[in-house]
């Protein structure tokens, strides 16, 4: 059961209470974010998948969430995950906190670091995290092998088959010696390619 009124707009579907989530908690995670990845660009697309995890999390919540709380684990996962893509993953020296808009954290190493006017945190934008039809649904994981699998199997099959064909007529030219490996039901049910002796 949810206590907090904006939470539980926000888990009914409320657009404008996750947008005062966001707006109370977002220049922390990308300053938070920003001082860890060194980068603009990968820093403003870790906040917009940690708070459509935390959408996601909130519309499935049956009660109250410790916002900071779940919000640094969050922040702490992505950062794992961005560094891990960028080839630059190392176990982190300490793990910070995100306490929201009211008592702010230094995560920035540098205040200027954090553009106060950049457009990413206008109130006008339309956010990803507020789409309606991916609200609900979760995606799979991609299964990376599964193609190269499927394609090395029917490979193998290709080639098993081309090499049964070259046995069959090298048996016909009586260059190998004739074996019958299912030559003679190929001739009689399917098409009659092969002159092997009976």
């Known amino acids: 059961m949810f206590t907090s009124k904006i939470q539980r707009r926000a888990h009914e579907g409320n657009r404008e209470a996750f947008r ?18 060194k980068d603009e660009a990968r820093s403003k697309d870790s906040v917009k998948q940690v708070f459509l995890n935390l959408f ?4 499935k919540a049956e009660s109250d969430i410790d916002l900071a709380e779940r919000l640094t ?9 961005a560094k891990m893509a960028g080839g630059d ?20 190493e540098d205040e200027d ?19 309606e039809d991916d609200e609900d649904e979760v995606k ?15 490979l193998v099959v290709l080639v098993l088959i081309f090499l049964w064909l070259v046995a069959g007529i090298l048996m016909d030219y009586r260059i190998l010696p004739t074996v019958d490996l299912g030559y003679s039901w190929f001739n009689t049910h399917v098409f009659n390619l092969f002159r092997l002796p009976a």
């Open 20 to 37: 005062e989530i966001f707006n109370e908690y977002s220049r922390e995670v990308y300053a938070y974010l920003f001082s860890e990845l």
């Open 140 to 154: 799979p994981k991609k299964k990376g092998n599964a193609g190269i699998v499927i394609a090395s199997v029917l």
């Open 89 to 108: 993953f190392e176990p982190m020296r300490q793990e910070k906190t995100v306490s929201g808009g009211k008592d702010p954290v230094d995560t920035a």
């Open 73 to 81: 684990a969050l922040v702490n996962e992505e950062i794992k995950i």
């Open 113 to 131: 670091d954090v553009d106060e006017d950049d457009d990413f945190f206008d109130d006008e934008e339309d956010d990803d995290f507020d789409d």
């Open 56 to 59: 996601r999390e909130l519309m």
